[in-house]
């Protein structure tokens, strides 16, 4: 297949698709547009007959005096059905549009306020398409005319190839004469007959001259690269400039031609670097007409020319410095021309209005779209960089751009949220380079794979990018002291800024970058503590300069100097000393608070809370705690948080309920934590798959579940779904910790199965059911209080959790007094059998007697249950099993037991009635 065949082909598919897709288009759109005029012309005809006479002038004129004299009193029409409907009916909705819109609108209107959604940007080309698509029709014919001229040519062999070309050119030229006689004669959009007419036969000619340069290079070779650019430059410049006096078809067919004139004529990578400064010239080109004739969507033409013309061209042959260059002349551009101002002061409604509020005007949208563009080239140059030089300039891109948002901006407020673009891009660059391996990451472990002797200095990589998170930081802060001196409403958005940009670059270089690995921990720590004192420093200057919002704003300074300080202990301190050191900012922030009264140093210190409960739980853990820690570091890492608890609990503010409630909870949860494992530690054999340490498991679970749930009235919506999502997985953790227990216990009880440890009732039993059955007491008491949410089910719920932990250890420790440490021994003796008895009745009596002061009516009904099932053990169990005396001394005690519990009961029913009140009811606070 030679040259001239593949062109052929790639037009004959064009063809096909226009024929293809444009005439169905049309045969549905014709017959519609028929049926609308068909329906404006009823309606005009309609109001024309509904509009009264008595409307006239007194002393109008005479437009036809010959129908006029033949009556000096013409009587009034006839009224027929017609008329009368049509006066009777309502106005229509929308006034009517002119016999013949122009094709585009030639200005945009200034828009004031809150406004509703337009058409779309695609709109006024359509609109354009239904009412001139004959021409548009007409322009592809001529287009095609040309290209089966030169077909025909050749398939004759009548022309030479040049011959060719030139024929081809003096056809687009003729073209384009033709439209600028008609256009200087009529215009191109004032005169109906010949609206868009001059526009459509220019174009055509300009795609026909497109053609012929191509086919000259591509086809014959009669020219090369450079001056078949040149010339498609020539060509695509012309027309644009045509397009300034014509519509704006004729510039969007210059910015297509333009922009597809490089990929037409081909070549090899020699040279192409020159494009990079070709396509930032055509979207120019396209800015500059724009801004005079406030087209709007030529302007987005001209960029999403230039922009794809890039991005192919970076895929085919990337060069670092040309894109950066043309991303920063089109975000310049597209800044500036549109408002032909080389300081922006775009006003109106924000950027932000394409996601909430009201829509922004086009040039906000233009200036919106370069800095887009300019913010992805920089991601693309470091997603794409082969050696640390071109990461360094797409860093250094995303930073120039944060600054020119920053303080060249100033005077354009709807631009204002440009400034996140850059900003977000510079963090995701943080996180691309080192997952994808890219060339600054790799520099750093080329120090450590140098061979052994060699002295390779580590690249100053770490220090620059710090550096830059701080400049990102100054920037911002600089920008907030501007706002604050122009006296501008809420500058919010650049005091997050100068808080987080910094502390968000640390934290990025901390978690993906390792600093300390190759820095070390002392020196990178101080990059941390310098990024503190600097947002200390920006809250000290923040506080000279007052204002409504001054509390929001020292709140975020100093929230990020607390967290930057809390990742400078994470770095250097041990394991106990920085859960010591966490818990000492948990205090500061507190007294913080309470002094200035900053609602965000409360949230904070419940971070903080979170933090330590998570380093106490987790990360080093309980495992930590019983196996690896000496006595004071764990004496130190638990009695350091629960003092810190409880000085931050009375330190904190009466209003803030909920920081009060989460102490709380973190200081009982963590006493539980801490006398559990106290106990745990005092065990010589700490075997973590015995039965004591997943009872030991269950409790602390069950403690972490408990706490998060005491804090969920006190906590906002979201904060409500994150508690309870925490509190349901400790709650998992617990039920796991529970079926570990059952499954052990169950093989204690097996043959060969391991002893019980310990002395009896203070052994691994006990250590395995007291702490997991006093977590839930405890919780049954707290979280079942009056006033309580949900405390009619957990209030029961908990306590029978707690008396069944209670009656398991029972039933378990007098088996091991009867049978030693061995509980798989077959059988129960008869002192074990009787031993049962004798202690479901003590459970019983207890139970009535802890009745009587509280005067509760289900803790009797317990107590009679326990001695029903008293009496059924011993007449179905011990009947059988017990012999001789045993026997004997079962029952008779039985009957002794039941004849004493009788007589205490009346005696409570006595006295309950001479008090004359009835027994209260289980829960009196509902």
Not at 347 to 365: I, K, M, Q, S
Not at 434 to 446: H, I, K, S, T
């Amino acid at each position: 297949m030679d040259d001239f065949e593949f062109f052929l082909i790639i037009s004959g598919i064009a063809y096909g698709a226009m024929v293809g897709i444009g005439l169905p288009v049309l045969l549905f759109l014709v017959p519609a547009l028929r049926g609308r005029v068909r329906r404006l012309e009823e309606e005009i005809t309609a109001l024309k007959a509904a509009t009264p006479r008595a409307d006239a002038p007194a002393t109008a004129p005479v437009l036809w005096p010959d129908t006029m004299a033949a009556t000096e009193d013409p009587a009034p029409p006839h009224a027929t059905p017609e008329l009368i409907a049509a006066a009777e009916a309502p106005a229509p909705e929308r006034p009517l549009p002119p016999p013949l819109p122009p094709p585009l609108p030639q200005s945009v209107a200034p828009r004031a306020g809150a406004s509703a959604p337009g058409p779309g940007a695609l709109a006024p080309v359509a609109a354009w398409l239904r009412t001139n698509w004959t021409l548009a029709i007409a322009a592809l014919s001529l287009i095609l005319g040309g290209l089966f001229m030169v077909q025909y040519g050749v398939e004759k062999g009548l022309l030479t190839p040049p011959l060719r070309v030139l024929g081809a050119l003096a056809l687009g030229l003729a073209l384009i004469a033709g439209g600028e006689a008609i256009r200087r004669r009529s215009g191109d959009v004032v005169t109906p007959a010949t609206r868009a007419l001059p526009s459509t036969l220019s174009g055509a000619g300009a795609v026909v001259m497109f053609i012929a340069m191509a086919a000259a290079h591509a086809l014959y070779g009669l020219i090369g690269p450079g001056v078949a650019l040149a010339g498609l430059a020539l060509i695509s410049a012309a027309t644009v400039l045509l397009g300034w006096f014509y519509g704006p078809v004729l510039s969007a067919i210059g910015l297509i031609g333009a922009g597809a004139a490089p990929f037409l004529i081909g070549g090899g990578p020699d040279g192409a670097h020159l494009f990079y400064g070709y396509f930032p010239l055509v979207g120019l080109a396209g800015l500059a007409i724009d801004s005079f004739r406030r087209w709007g969507w030529v302007s987005a033409l001209a960029l999403a020319v230039a922009s794809f013309g890039l991005v192919l061209l970076w895929g085919s042959v990337p060069f670092t410095p040309g894109l950066a260059g043309a991303a920063l002349v089109l975000a310049f551009a597209a800044l500036t021309f549109p408002e032909r101002h080389l300081t922006p002061r775009h006003a109106g409604a924000p950027v932000t209005g394409l996601f909430r509020g009201p829509r922004p005007e086009v040039p906000t949208l233009i200036a919106a779209a370069g800095a887009t563009i300019a913010t992805i080239a920089g991601l693309m140059i470091v997603a794409g960089a082969t050696t640390p030089a071109e990461a360094g300039i797409g860093f250094a891109l995303l930073v120039v751009l944060f600054a020119a948002a920053s303080l060249w901006l100033y005077r354009a407020p709807a631009l204002d949220a440009l400034a996140a673009l850059p900003a977000i891009g510079f963090l995701l660059a943080l996180l691309i380079e080192p997952m994808r391996a890219g060339p600054l990451f790799e520099g750093l472990f080329a120090t450590l794979d140098a061979a052994p002797g060699a002295e390779i200095p580590l690249p100053p990589t770490l220090w620059a990018l710090a550096l830059a998170g701080a400049a990102l930081s100054a920037l911002a802060f600089a920008r907030l002291r501007h706002a604050r001196a122009s006296g501008e409403a809420d500058p919010m958005f650049w005091a997050f800024g100068a808080a987080k940009l910094g502390t968000a670059t640390i934290f990025a270089l901390e978690f993906f970058w390792a600093p300390g690995f190759f820095l070390g921990s002392g020196p990178w720590s101080l990059v941390v503590i310098a990024m503190a004192a600097l947002m200390v420093l920006f809250a000290e200057r923040r506080a000279r300069m007052g204002g409504e919002a001054l509390p929001r704003d020292l709140g975020l300074f100093a929230a990020a100097a607390v967290l930057l300080i809390a990742l400078a202990f994470f770095i250097l301190l041990t394991k106990a000393a920085l859960t010591l050191g966490l818990a000492l900012l948990v205090v500061l922030t507190t007294l913080t608070d309470r002094r200035f009264r900053l609602p965000l140093m409360g949230w904070i210190a419940q971070l903080g809370v979170a933090v330590i409960g998570y380093r106490l739980l987790a990360d080093p853990g309980f495992d930590w705690s019983l196996y690896s820690a000496s006595w004071p570091a764990f004496g130190l890492s638990h009695l350091g948080p629960i003092a810190a608890f409880e000085a931050a609990r009375r330190l904190a503010r009466p209003e803030r309920a909920g920081l009060r409630a989460v102490l709380e909870s973190a200081l009982m949860t963590t006493v539980a934590l801490f006398v559990t494992l106290t106990i745990a530690r005092l065990i010589p054999d700490r075997d973590t798959h015995a039965h004591w340490f997943a009872g030991l498991s269950a409790a602390i679970w069950c403690g972490a579940a408990f706490g998060q749930i005491w804090r969920l009235p006190t906590s906002g919506r979201a904060v409500r779904w994150l508690r309870g999502l925490i509190a349901a997985l400790s709650g998992l953790a617990a039920l796991g910790a529970l079926v570990a227990l059952a499954r052990d216990l169950a093989d204690m009880l097996d043959w060969g199965a391991d002893p019980v440890l310990g002395p009896p009732l203070l052994d691994s039993l006990a250590l395995a059911f007291w702490p997991l059955a006093a977590t839930l007491a405890v919780a049954a008491v707290f979280l079942g209080a009056p006033g309580r949410p949900r405390a009619r089910l957990l209030r029961p719920g908990l306590a029978a959790g707690a008396g069944l932990a209670t009656l398991v250890w029972g039933w378990l420790e007098i088996r091991r007094l009867w049978r030693g440490t061995d509980l798989s021994l077959p059988g129960p003796s008869d002192g074990e059998l009787y031993s049962y008895t004798i202690a479901l009745l003590a459970a019983a009596l207890a139970l009535l007697v802890a009745a009587v002061p509280r005067r509760s009516l289900t803790l009797r009904r317990i107590a009679m249950t326990g001695v029903a099932l008293t009496i059924a053990k011993v007449f179905l169990i011990d009947m059988a099993g017990l012999s001789g005396l045993t026997r004997v001394a079962s029952f008779v005690g039985l009957g002794l037991a039941l004849t004493g519990l009788a007589w205490l009961n009346r005696q409570i029913d006595a006295r309950w009635r001479a008090t004359g009140a009835e027994p209260p009811p289980p829960f009196p606070e509902d």
